[in-house]
C-alpha cells in the first residue's frame, strides 16, 4: 500500500544531466522528511539531499551542492533530483526515502541520514562513464 518508485536512471556521459522521479503512493509525501540517497558498490549509503520536516531547511551534501537540485510536484505526490555536471564518482544505486512508515507512523528527522528516513523505494541505476 505504501510505497515508492524511481526512475530516470541510466548511463550518461560525464558533464551530462539526468533527472531522477520519485512518486509516492499510500501517503501523501509533502507532510513527511524526504531524502535522496546513493550507494555505491563497496561503499555505505550516503545521504545526498534531504528535507527537513521540522523546519523545512534543505540539506545538501557537498559532494553534489551546486550540482543537484531537489524539487517536489505535490499535485502528483512526485519528488525529482536534477543532477548537472554529473561525474563518474555520482556512480550509484539511488534511493528515495520518506519519513513516513506504515507501521509505526514516522521517523523524527535528525539529519540526513538513513536513521531519519522509515520507508524506502528500491532504487535506480545511475552509471557515469565515457
Known amino acids: 500500500q505504501v510505497q515508492l518508485v524511481e526512475s530516470g536512471g541510466g548511463l550518461v556521459q560525464p558533464g551530462g544531466s539526468l533527472r531522477l522521479s520519485c512518486v509516492a503512493s499510500g501517503f501523501t509525501l509533502d507532510s513527511f522528511s524526504i531524502g535522496w540517497f546513493r550507494q555505491a558498490p563497496g561503499r555505505e549509503r550516503e545521504g545526498v539531499v534531504c528535507?527537513?520536516?521540522?523546519?523545512?531547511?534543505?540539506y545538501y551534501a557537498d559532494s553534489v551542492k551546486g550540482r543537484f537540485t531537489i524539487a517536489e510536484d505535490n499535485a502528483k505526490n512526485t519528488v525529482y533530483l536534477q543532477m548537472n555536471n554529473l561525474k563518474p564518482e555520482d556512480t550509484a544505486v539511488y534511493y528515495c526515502?520518506?519519513?513516513?512508515?506504515?507501521?509505526?507512523?514516522?521517523?523524527?528527522?535528525?539529519?540526513?541520514?538513513?536513521?531519519?528516513?522509515?520507508?524506502w523505494g528500491q532504487g535506480t541505476q545511475v552509471t557515469v562513464s565515457s
Open positions: 526515502a520518506t519519513g513516513f512508515t506504515e507501521h509505526s507512523g514516522s521517523y523524527y528527522y535528525t539529519g540526513c541520514t538513513r536513521h531519519s528516513f522509515g520507508s
Open positions: 528535507i527537513s520536516s521540522r523546519d523545512g531547511r534543505t
